[in-house]
């Protein structure tokens, strides 16, 4: 799922990404349960903390790591909405950013790779049905059943932050019940007057450290970056975020199929 193109640089940029995406323990987010009330403190330390507004769930109780797994799961990711999103893979002197145009309506998402100056170079939609994938303004597409394990309600939200090259957090839920000890530091911070449960974990794997910036408001991820002996490798942002009714016409394939919720 990791899309975004270039021509010389794609060679080098090829491999070290290949070996980034080993290396990036990406963190897995599915739809929960209602949002319950959540306490959040005014302000706390970490990094990028600063002092905030409270948010909708904040309530008073501080949020640490005893208690930021069960907060996160609380969130509630909205059933139609549109973002976009930028995400880089580093490799000292290379680097591959992929810029995603997302529409999300059920269990349909609709994705779009953009070269930086806004161009659409790639089209995405992953449904129940399968995986779909076209160059844009072409006619002929690829079709494949998704792989993976199928969570019992049917959630595709994983698969859509994957082909997004986005870091979904669910896995960061069962890494720390597995393993405790990797959560590091967690609290409320802003990033950019955004307010956001923020989460650092020790990724063993990789040998680096992960934080996320979980939007309160939305339950997405808004920002994330992972940090290997003092260098970037990895860092993501979503850039705009719009909840609003999706067109059933931006589920349509080049040859006219229509994708339907199943």
């Not at 580093?90 to 100056?117: C, F, I, N, P």
């Amino acid at each position: 799922m990791k899309k975004s193109n270039m021509a010389q640089a794609a060679a080098a940029a090829t491999l070290l990404l290949a070996a980034m995406a080993l290396t990036s323990l990406y963190l897995s987010h599915r739809q929960t349960s209602q949002a319950g009330i959540v306490a959040l403190p005014q302000e706390q330390s970490g990094p990028g903390s600063q002092p905030a507004e409270q948010g909708p769930l904040a309530d008073g109780v501080t949020v640490d790591t005893s208690n930021v797994l069960r907060i996160i799961r609380t969130l509630n990711r909205p059933q139609e909405y549109t973002f976009e999103a930028e995400s880089t893979l580093s490799y000292y002197s290379a680097s591959d950013t992929l810029r995603v145009r997302g529409t999300v309506k059920g269990r349909r998402s609709k994705l779009q790779m953009v070269s930086a100056a806004g161009a659409v170079e790639k089209e995405i939609i992953v449904a129940p049905s399968g995986y779909y994938a076209w160059q844009a303004g072409r006619a002929s597409l690829y079709s494949g059943a998704l792989g993976g394990d199928w969570p019992e309600d049917g959630d595709l939200a994983a698969f859509c932050d994957e082909a997004s090259r986005i870091p979904t957090y669910e896995d960061v839920l069962t890494l720390g019940e597995q393993d405790p000890d990797c959560l590091l530091d967690a609290g409320y911070a802003q990033r950019d007057g955004q307010a956001c449960i923020y989460v650092l974990v020790e990724n063993k794997l990789a040998g680096a450290q992960d934080s996320y910036y979980i939007s309160i408001d939305t339950g997405l991820l808004y920002e994330a970056r992972s940090e290997k002996k003092g260098r970037t490798i990895y860092q993501m942002k979503q850039t705009a975020f719009q909840q609003e009714a999706v067109e059933e016409s931006q589920f349509t394939l080049p040859n006219g199929q229509q994708i339907a919720e199943e």
